[in-house]
């Protein structure tokens, strides 16, 4: 039960930290805690915040989180039960099965927190604007940028790195502990 639970709970973790990769606005400092229930929202601004998940394929980041999940809890299970292998490599298809489209509540729920954080006009001013020529050309080029501005924030850290150990360095030196 352990393994299940751990099994688990890196699943969580990896499913919060593929949604909260996604480009997103700036976070506030007092974000409210996950359990806090979101307000009724109305269809229209639902059905506008479905727009722009749509817009923005947010599909693509939970597309496959249930196969993900039975497979890492599968996995988990083989690891404890060796000798139910088999049988736990055919139950995976079997909740596979039984469980697929489960991902969409994820886009439900991503919709609905929009329609929590935008007001109805706001939402649909959004989807105006994804809709004219520079809307679309940031959802064409956005993804690109983030994916080069990480590059960039990679190499620039493993720059860093080294200006910050050699720092290390001569401070230790000075104090006659060279390391």
Known sequence: MKSFSRVASAAALALGLALAAAPASAQQKDAPPAATPLKPASPAALAAAKDILTMKNAAAMYANAVPNLVAQTKNGLIQNNLNYQK???????????????????????????????????????????????????LLATE??????SMSYMNQWG????????????????????PI
């Open 87 to 137: 049988d736990l490599d055919e139950v995976a298809v079997i909740v596979a099965k039984q469980l697929a489209g489960r991902e969409k509540e994820v886009g439900d729920a991503m919709a609905q927190i929009y329609a929590n954080e935008f007001t109805e006009q706001e939402l649909k001013d959004l989807v105006t604007f994804y809709k004219s020529p520079l809307g679309a050309k």
């Open 158 to 177: 493993q720059q860093f790195a080294a200006t910050v150990d050699s720092a290390f360095r001569a401070e230790m030196k000075k104090r006659g502990k």
């Open 143 to 148: 993804p690109r940028a983030i994916q080069f």
